[in-house]
């Protein structure tokens, strides 16, 4: 903890906000040498609304898929000025601006390999405009964009691999984290810091709103998704494989049954069986289970 | 010491001499001049800018956005497409409330695509926010620049600017220019000291919304502050006239022969040099005619404009712009000059020429005063081909 | 004139979020607590405060009433109460 708190009380989160979590979680792993470029989103959105600011590092929101080149200009004016040395970037964003609107600019920011940390705060929809689907949302979701009727039974399409897609550029770290697992979470953060280059980290943060959860139960839902390989935790450092957090994989119907988002699967055994084909490809593709002792 | 260059050079070697901390670009024609010499004065070490090439003209603003926010000096240019590509940030970047300088070379707008000369890209932006100059020449598109930094990081206006100089014609165009030396533009442009900025021992918040209790206000205030860019520009091209001795008068607008002129044209940019030609040709005959040329397109200097054509009979708008389905841009505003006033014109004509590139030539500027007549013409397209007119898709 | 929208945030007091809750708000015990700092790490308002053992409380201000710090609790030394049923009605927002 930092004396002075760099990420304050009174925003406007949605009570049992994941996101809200992660995001103090960050920066305070971060530290006040820090300069944030957010996206457009539900983050900015609660945290920034005149007169009021949560954070208590430099801050700046532009628009909804360009933090990645805001940050870029940052770092590049610091590097001029002679300032760069000892203070971090963050471009941060839902997963709408980054696996959708916002990933020209991302992978742009990669392809240059800028000195910045990206954070997707992984809340799987647009949960800021009402629950609409994004690219990051999974086989299956009910959305107000995907919704459920006598011909569909929600998202048609699998959520977007960005990790996969970052580390496609050759960038030198790469990981994915969950609001459930604070510690694991602010290793990452304290690792990715610590490297020089581009760096992103996608966290997985419930929505009690949107994934129709009790409040209390953020933490538990974001935990059953990586017990069941839906939600893999996984890290590549230079493009390699360095670790993953392992399992003794549950069934999917655990992690799908307290989310009311999933709630019109639960009697349907096929669909049933696709999502915890997805779960199990996830459990063999990154050898998610633990070995028995 | 005048020296020959072409209009991309002249505007690349201005730049250089304002010491940008951060340039960003993505290549567009015809704006790709301005910023491969750039590039290739940092490759060559003798500008120490981070030069950032970027992806998109989206990102080249969103780049330049974030250092102009961080507290440097930041340079970008583009055109057309281009500069609809950075349009929400085009805004972003005013209403954030940071100082710089883009160039826009003015190109038609797709579809049809089009790479060639008319300033629809640049007037489609005109309620951004940002101050809008017009260049004439490679000089003024020089010295423009010069004078958008000392305006844009004036304490008092912290708004971005937008040069806009015709592409090729002025962009490819060589012509005799005078670039200044280092310590006369240090003189009359000091190094940047940000009024606010990105600076962890000073944490502040940006770009932070405004719900209906506070955005009108954001906004009318960017709104008044183009009236101190009014009083403004005067006063620096004082500045700039002391130390470089070219004078620009008001930099609002440009009266030629307009004092006792019966007839006159009004226009922006580089087609203002054309009808100074035909103006000295006819005034040569003893015919009363001459130019109002507008410099300032935001702020819009309805007042200076009032003044110089209330006591003319006709007056015609040239326009390298339309608003499909009203009005030409420049027409309309200049037609607004005079509402409620007692003072006016008989005739106010809207002419519409060299759109995506067609020359304007002495010929075309000739007709524009020959058709300025008693009658008032509501809307006349200049050189359009009737016979292309006539084919029909089949 | 007015703008630019720039906020320094030591001027940011912040909304008064506690007014939010509607049925439950968390009661720290302060019995079994080990300072293991967990409540304070998942508090999505960072409006918990504390150091030592059995003297972690929240600002009921800020507590929006989400219960996580609750959940968390190794030694469920956080109670979930009522509302209307607290005895102790001192630490409420105004």
Redesign the interface.
Known sequence: MNDRLLFKPGHTACAGCGQAIAARIVIETAGPNTIIANNTGCLEVFTTRYPESAWNVPWIHSLFENAPAVASGIEAALIYMGKKEGVNIIAQAGDGGTADIGLQALSGMWERGQDILSICYDNEAYENTGIQRSGATPYGTNTTTTPVGAKSTGNLRSKKNIPEIAVAHGIPYVATASVAFIQDLQRKVKKAISIKGSKYIQIHVPCPLGWRHQANETLLVAKLAVETGLYPLIEYENGNFLSCRKITPKPVEEYLKIQGRFKHLLNNPQELKKIQDIADNNIKKYALKMESQ | MKEFLEGSRAVAEIIKLCKP??I?AYPITPQTHIVEELAQMVANGEL???F?????E???A???????????R?FTATSSQGLFYMG??IF?IAG??LPLVMTCANRAISAPINIWNDQQDSISLRDAGWIQLYAENVQESADFHLIGYRVSEDKSI?LPVMICMDGFILTHGIESVDMPKQAQVDKFLPAYKAL?K???S??????????PD?YM??R???H??FKDVLELLPKVSQEFSDIFGRDYKDLLVEEYFTKDAEKVIVAMGSVCGTIKEVVDELRAKGKKVGLLRIISYRPFPYARIYEALKNVSKVAILDKSVSLGAYAPLASEIKSVFSNKKKLPKVISSFVAGLGGRDITLESIREIFRKLNAKELVQEFIDLKPELLKEQYE | MFGPLIVKPEKSKGDKTGSWRIKVRPKYLQKNCIACKMCLLVCPENCIIGKEKNAFSTDYNFCKGCGLCAVVCPKADIEMVEEESLEDKKGMAK
Not at chain 2, 62 to 72: D, M
């Open positions: 901390g951060v960003s120490s800018s981070q950032i090439n970027v992806e998109s989206h990102s080249a969103s780049v330049v956005l974030g250092a102009s926010a961080t507290g440097v930041t929400e940030v972003n954030v409330r912290m606010y990105l600076d962890p000073e944490p502040l918040t940006m770009g932070i919304l405004a719900d506070y206000e954001a009318y205030a960017i008044a502050t």
